[in-house]
């Protein structure tokens, strides 16, 4: 399969703007020139290889940390509510009995206290926009280098209003329209920051999340295929 008719896959990890993104690309899809799979939040590098062959192209828009840290802490307290309702698991109305705030679970990872702190690991495990880290979806940095040469559109989402018709070009949509009522999934209010330590704690212990961000603002910056 070749690269004009190589199926483009949209992996879409949690709370990157996928919502807004997919939404979008729908819109559009009478303009679509190449074949494009828009994926949940299930689907992985890997997997997408396995369904649509080692050929198949990606595409992905990605966030910073502290960002996705707190948007994925939030959407879950609220259920997804208002744009989905999805209910809590056993395991995340337990992580959410003991913390309230994605800054007190942060604070927490460093705790002295052996109850709390082994509280907020099982939290960050519980809790499912988090369990499901930049990792699950790209395995690991070597395999992220390996797929180099498939990712078609690689963006941070604070870039997304200013790239986003270059992301729709790279995947084969050139006169795209951007509905104004595109469907979105964001915190409906403002919410409280990191404290330093906060911040401090969630740099150590999510080191890999801060390396693979690392690594997308390089394919970002080379500029994508």
Known sequence: MNKETSVICVLHPGKTGGTYLKSVIRHNKGRWTRPI??????????????????????????????????????????????????????????????????????????????????????????????????????ESLQTLEEERDNILACIDVSNLDSTLSGFLNHIGIDTAEI?????????????????????TNLSQYWAVEFEFYAAFKKIEARGNR
């Open 179 to 199: 509905p104004e009522n595109a469907r979105k999934h964001a915190n409906p209010a403002a919410v409280e920051a990191l404290s330093d330590r906060a911040a």
């Open 37 to 138: 799979k828009l994926l949940s939040h299930r689907e992985t590098v890997a997997s997408t290889a396995q369904d649509f062959g080692p050929d198949r192209k990606l595409a992905f828009t990605f966030r910073d940390p502290f960002d996705r840290f707190i948007s994925a802490f939030e959407s879950r307290r609220r259920q997804g509510r208002p744009t989905y309702n999805r209910v809590w698991s056993p395991a995340e109305a337990t992580a959410f009995l003991y913390f309230d705030t994605p800054n007190a679970l942060a604070e927490a990872l460093d705790a002295t206290d052996e109850r709390t702190k082994s509280a907020a690991y099982f939290a960050f495990n519980a809790i499912i926009h988090l369990r499901s880290d930049y990792a699950f979806h790209f």
